[in-house]
């Protein structure tokens, strides 16, 4: 592996955002609304995307690659807005950044408990996401201290037509009809988003929940949360950016493995946002 870079310190840097993809995007507009003062730098790995089908040592090496990115960008703290990427690799990231502020993405099985009426749970997450030890222990845990029951959906091939900008087709609602239907069959009243990417088909979602269940089912989603959980290291670290009057205002910028124009087309169709976007290999 390559030297350990240098972390920035300074709260006029950017703070870093990965994803494989444009999923980490639904994570990005919550930190944008909570920390409008900060400076951006978003990364989509869609090169290498996805990463859910990928063994989890490759996750490994491919994130701490990210990592090592951002860093060398100036970032002054880190936020893996991936489910995928942080159960196979936070511990890594935080382990060769001992003081960088980091913030991983986890299913919400906490915040679903508290939303269950009946205690029965549907995960909704990749492959990757859903076998990795830290999350089977995450799920033990809660499991054994609540009794709630989780029932697991790996959504083999959703997040790729995300990225693909194809949030309503026919191929999509298929998918979503085949990974939701079962588990409303099974009689969960929630749903938890354990992928960053299936925020941008909650409308679809919802849809199949219309269509199939006789109750109503809460969705959860955490990206709210790890925006407050960023907020709360950066101030604590002393790295929140506070500017002056006539300073510039917040940055926002975009890299990806894979072409601009895509990541570029993903900003202004998801979040209605046009910022620089660059095209790097690494
Ligand atoms: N957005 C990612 C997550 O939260 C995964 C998508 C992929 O498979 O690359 O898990």
Do not use: W
């Amino acid at each position: 592996m390559n030297p350990i870079p240098a972390i920035s310190t300074a709260p006029d840097a950017p703070i870093g955002v990965f994803d494989s993809g444009v999923g980490g995007l639904s994570v990005l507009r919550h930190i944008r609304a909570q920390l409008p003062h900060e400076h951006l730098t978003y990364f989509a790995d869609i090169g290498y995307a996805p990463y859910g089908d990928k063994p989890e040592a490759v996750v490994t090496a491919r994130a701490l690659a990210v990592a090592d990115f951002l860093v060398t960008q100036g970032v002054k703290g880190l936020v893996v807005a991936c489910n995928t990427a942080t159960v196979a690799a936070i511990k890594a990231i935080r382990a060769r950044y001992p003081l960088l502020p980091v913030v991983g993405v986890e299913p919400g099985l906490k915040p679903a408990v508290a939303a269950s009426h009946n205690g029965k749970i549907g995960v909704l997450a990749t492959d990757r996401t859903l076998s990795g030890e830290k999350f089977l222990q995450l799920r033990q845990q809660i499991s054994a201290n609540s009794g709630a029951e989780f029932v697991l959906m790996p959504c083999i091939g959703l997040a790729d037509q995300i990225n693909l900008g194809e949030l309503d087709t026919p191929a999509t609602q298929a998918l979503l009809q085949r990974y939701v239907a079962p588990l409303i069959a099974q009689g969960v009243d929630t749903l938890v988003l354990g992928c960053t990417h299936y925020v941008f088909v909650q409308p679809g979602i919802e849809q199949v929940v219309e269509r199939t269940s006789a109750h109503p089912v809460a969705i959860i989603d955490t990206g709210d949360a790890v925006a407050r959980q960023i907020a709360r290291l950066l101030h604590a670290a002393g790295l929140a950016r506070t500017p002056a009057e006539g300073d510039a205002p917040a940055r926002l910028q975009g890299y990806t493995s894979a072409s601009a124009a895509e990541l570029s087309a993903a900003f202004s169709n998801l979040l209605g946002l046009n910022p620089p976007v660059h095209s790097v290999t690494f």
